[in-house]
């Protein structure tokens, strides 16, 4: 069974994205980061998107600046098979990417028992809140930045009830990061 996790930048209030969308406090250039983000983007898999952050990203790693200046995440981001999620796009142009526009979880449900390497949403807020409800998170990895916005979009939008979580892996960053990794306590 293929494994579904979860890869989000958060502040240390809990937020996702400011309450305008931005995510631009999560985008740090030191070389340790960049090393971790590159090998991140070499790993493989099955990249998981919702429409949101589809068109985000699908608007900067095809473009030469991408590929100037991030050479290895921008080689990932491009050739990885991709799907994005989204009951209004009409076409996903970007290489690579399937369009999924049928039930959430019960795609999910049956991209898991799929052979294959695993799957990372990356961002997508209201992808992860729907599926932490499903229980179709195997693993949630959180990257902490320290930064605080008072107000934004919480990731867990949504979620009824309560979601355990046991932590498995912690990294931290000299840049001041901190890498959370969390699976659901059965």
Same mark, same amino acid.
């Given at each position: 069974?293929?494994?579904?996790? &979860?890869?989000?930048?958060?502040?240390?209030?809990?937020?996702?994205?400011?309450?305008?969308?931005?995510?631009?406090?999560?985008?740090?250039?030191?070389?340790?980061?960049?090393?971790?983000?590159?090998?991140?983007?070499?790993?493989?898999?099955?990249?998981?998107?919702?429409?949101?952050?589809?068109?985000?990203?699908?608007?900067?790693?095809?473009?030469?600046? &991408?590929?100037?200046?991030?050479?290895?995440?921008?080689?990932?981001?491009?050739?990885?098979?991709?799907?994005?999620?989204?009951?209004?796009?009409?076409? &996903?142009?970007?290489?690579?990417?399937?369009?999924?526009?049928?039930?959430?979880?019960?795609?999910?449900?049956?991209?898991?028992?799929?052979?294959?390497?695993?799957?990372?949403?990356?961002?997508?807020?209201?992808?992860?809140?729907?599926? &932490?409800?499903?229980?179709?998170?195997?693993?949630?990895?959180?990257?902490?930045?320290?930064?605080?916005?008072?107000?934004?979009?919480?990731?867990?939008?949504?979620?009824?009830?309560?979601?355990?979580?046991?932590?498995?892996?912690?990294?931290?960053?000299?840049?001041?990061?901190?890498?959370?990794?969390?699976?659901?306590?059965?």
């Amino acid at each position: 069974m293929r494994k579904l996790v &979860a890869f989000t930048n958060v502040t240390l209030d809990g937020y996702f994205a400011d309450a305008n969308g931005d995510m631009s406090w999560a985008h740090k250039q030191d070389a340790e980061w960049k090393a971790f983000v590159a090998d991140n983007a070499s790993s493989g898999g099955e990249l998981l998107f919702g429409r949101i952050t589809y068109e985000l990203m699908a608007g900067y790693w095809p473009t030469p600046l &991408a590929i100037k200046n991030d050479p290895i995440v921008a080689e990932g981001m491009n050739n990885l098979p991709k799907v994005v999620f989204s009951r209004t796009l009409d076409k &996903a142009s970007w290489k690579n990417t399937k369009l999924v526009k049928s039930d959430l979880a019960a795609e999910i449900r049956k991209m898991k028992k799929e052979s294959g390497q695993d799957m990372v949403i990356l961002g997508s807020g209201s992808i992860v809140s729907q599926l &932490a409800q499903e229980g179709l998170i195997d693993e949630y990895q959180m990257v902490v930045n320290p930064v605080v916005l008072g107000k934004g979009r919480n990731l867990f939008d949504g979620v009824k009830g309560k979601l355990v979580l046991k932590l498995t892996k912690s990294l931290t960053f000299g840049n001041g990061n901190v890498l959370l990794c969390y699976e659901p306590k059965l």
